[in-house]
């Protein structure tokens, strides 16, 4: 063999090493999402080292932007909803009455995203033309620059905003067919400010539906069977989803490593367990082969320097029944390949036991981010599948 087929050899064996990784047997295109994620990982990273040489903003992941382009459908605007940028789409055909609306939240992690990047701009336009609503895709101040709370009072500040009945009636909006809806760590915050409106007396505009997909909404327990079963899962592993959750509260790293061995919550708060004791608020089939352990806990010395990761604000699943029964009805998407999976559940769970009504979608063959995973940079069948669903729940209930 000479050298040159020798080094290519090597160029593929390293090329296939890096792209490779075990997916579940009845995962669609797999080498198509390896690819995929090897991908999204290598400029992840390459942001990343790109940041710590001072680059800002994510310079790699900044080229996934687009500019608020109107064309023969929509009018597209980038404004500011009380000092937070959002994009809003409005349908050009004039309406014979008030539109319905959604005011979508984008994920990330806390740390990335954009409601300007083509895959939401994609999303919210495919929402606005198959609902004929008006769409709100709102921004928010990220991590590691800024921590918990920022990211759920920008997200909370532009969202009573839209629900001025001022602001509503600029955009022609029905005030009685609203939606808030986010996705991962949008599905965290759209969960969080949901719960927050209901106590809030100055906001008179009630939200008839919330849409979470694959929700991120608890951090006291990180070994979940999700956690278990797809620790090592394409674009969202545990270390991953652990990584995200300590630095939206804090760069301290002291928490990250108590919460990958899930000894970070104090014993005084034990009490808080009850409302994400996977134990009872799973089904049978999500919880076969695995066996409840009783939580280890940590110093409390962590929970003082960062009261938030027991902040109902921070993890909507520790919210009491009393403020969960008065929910709207609630849309939780869930992926069976997902560390997620089981904080959707749960939620699910807690919600039906306090009289909201839920519809729970699962897809036994999905995998984290599907629903962005249907525009010309990411399309992947399943993605497609989950967001024509997805399109026709939100037409058939909004």
Same mark, same amino acid.
């Given at each position: 063999?000479?050298k040159?087929s020798?080094?290519?050899l090597?160029?593929?064996?390293l $090329?296939a090493?890096f792209v490779?990784?075990p997916?579940?047997?009845n995962?669609?295109e797999p080498?198509k999402?390896m690819?995929t994620?090897?991908f999204?990982?290598?400029n992840?990273? $390459?942001? +990343?080292? =790109?940041?710590? =040489?001072?680059?800002?903003?994510?310079?790699v992941?900044?080229?996934?932007k &687009?500019p608020?382009?109107s064309?023969?459908?929509?009018? &597209?605007?980038?404004?500011?909803?009380? !000092?937070?940028?959002?994009r809003?789409? &409005?349908?050009?055909?004039k309406?014979?009455t @008030?539109?319905?609306a959604?005011?979508? #939240?984008h994920?990330?992690?806390?740390a #990335?995203?954009d409601?300007t990047? %083509?895959?939401?701009?994609?999303?919210?336009?495919?929402?606005?033309?198959k609902?004929?609503?008006? #769409?709100?895709? *709102?921004?928010? /101040?990220?991590?590691?620059?800024?921590?918990?709370?920022?990211?759920?009072?920008?997200?909370?500040d532009?969202?009573?905003?839209f $629900?001025?009945k001022?602001?509503?009636?600029?955009?022609?909006?029905?005030?009685? /067919?609203?939606?808030?809806a986010?996705?991962?760590?949008?599905? !965290?915050l759209?969960?969080?400010?949901?719960?927050?409106?209901?106590?809030?007396?100055?906001?008179?505009t009630k939200?008839k539906?919330?849409? =979470?997909?694959y929700?991120?909404l608890?951090?006291?327990?990180?070994?979940?069977p999700?956690?278990?079963?797809?620790?090592?899962m394409?674009?969202?592993?545990?270390?991953d989803m652990?990584?995200?959750?300590s630095?939206?509260?804090?760069?301290?790293?002291?928490?990250?490593? +108590?919460m990958?061995?899930?000894q970070h919550t104090?014993?005084?708060?034990?009490?808080?367990?009850?409302?994400?004791n996977?134990?009872?608020l799973l089904?049978?089939?999500? %919880?076969?082969?695995?066996?409840y352990? !009783?939580? *280890?806990?940590?110093?409390?010395?962590?929970a003082?320097?960062y009261?938030?990761?027991?902040?109902?604000?921070?993890?909507?699943l520790?919210?009491?029944?009393?403020?969960?029964?008065?929910?709207p009805l609630t849309?939780?998407l @869930?992926?069976?390949?997902?560390?997620? /999976?089981?904080d959707?559940i749960?939620y699910?769970?807690?919600?039906?036991?306090?009289?909201v009504q &839920?519809v729970h979608?699962?897809v036994?063959?999905?995998?984290?981010g599907? =629903?962005?995973?249907?525009?010309?940079?990411?399309?992947?069948?399943?993605g $497609? /599948?989950a967001?024509?669903?997805y399109?026709?729940?939100?037409?058939?209930?909004?």
């Amino acid at each position: 063999m000479g050298k040159k087929s020798l080094c290519l050899l090597i160029s593929f064996a390293l $090329l296939a090493y890096f792209v490779y990784i075990p997916l579940p047997d009845n995962i669609e295109e797999p080498w198509k999402l390896m690819i995929t994620n090897a991908f999204l990982r290598a400029n992840i990273h $390459l942001s +990343a080292l =790109l940041e710590m =040489l001072g680059f800002r903003p994510l310079v790699v992941l900044s080229i996934l932007k &687009v500019p608020p382009t109107s064309n023969e459908k929509a009018t &597209v605007t980038d404004t500011l909803f009380n !000092n937070v940028p959002v994009r809003v789409f &409005v349908p050009k055909q004039k309406p014979s009455t @008030t539109r319905r609306a959604v005011f979508y #939240i984008h994920g990330g992690g806390w740390a #990335i995203g954009d409601a300007t990047w %083509k895959l939401y701009d994609e999303l919210a336009r495919q929402m606005m033309d198959k609902l004929d609503a008006v #769409i709100v895709s *709102t921004n928010y /101040r990220l991590s590691p620059e800024y921590h918990f709370p920022t990211q759920f009072e920008d997200v909370y500040d532009a969202l009573r905003w839209f $629900l001025r009945k001022k602001v509503l009636a600029e955009y022609g909006v029905d005030p009685s /067919r609203i939606c808030v809806a986010g996705d991962s760590a949008g599905g !965290n915050l759209a969960a969080a400010v949901t719960q927050k409106l209901l106590d809030d007396p100055e906001v008179k505009t009630k939200v008839k539906i919330q849409s =979470l997909i694959y929700p991120a909404l608890q951090t006291l327990d990180m070994d979940l069977p999700s956690h278990r079963e797809n620790a090592h899962m394409v674009f969202l592993t545990k270390h991953d989803m652990v990584r995200y959750w300590s630095t939206y509260f804090t760069l301290d790293k002291a928490l990250k490593e +108590a919460m990958l061995v899930n000894q970070h919550t104090p014993v005084e708060s034990s009490h808080l367990f009850k409302f994400v004791n996977w134990s009872t608020l799973l089904p049978e089939r999500f %919880k076969k082969g695995h066996v409840y352990a !009783n939580p *280890t806990h940590g110093h409390s010395d962590l929970a003082k320097k960062y009261p938030g990761f027991l902040d109902v604000r921070a993890s909507p699943l520790l919210a009491d029944d009393s403020k969960l029964q008065h929910l709207p009805l609630t849309h939780i998407l @869930t992926c069976q390949h997902d560390v997620l /999976r089981d904080d959707g559940i749960m939620y699910a769970s807690r919600l039906r036991a306090a009289g909201v009504q &839920v519809v729970h979608e699962h897809v036994e063959n999905g995998f984290h981010g599907i =629903l962005t995973m249907t525009s010309e940079l990411m399309k992947f069948k399943v993605g $497609l /599948r989950a967001l024509n669903k997805y399109l026709k729940w939100l037409e058939e209930n909004l």
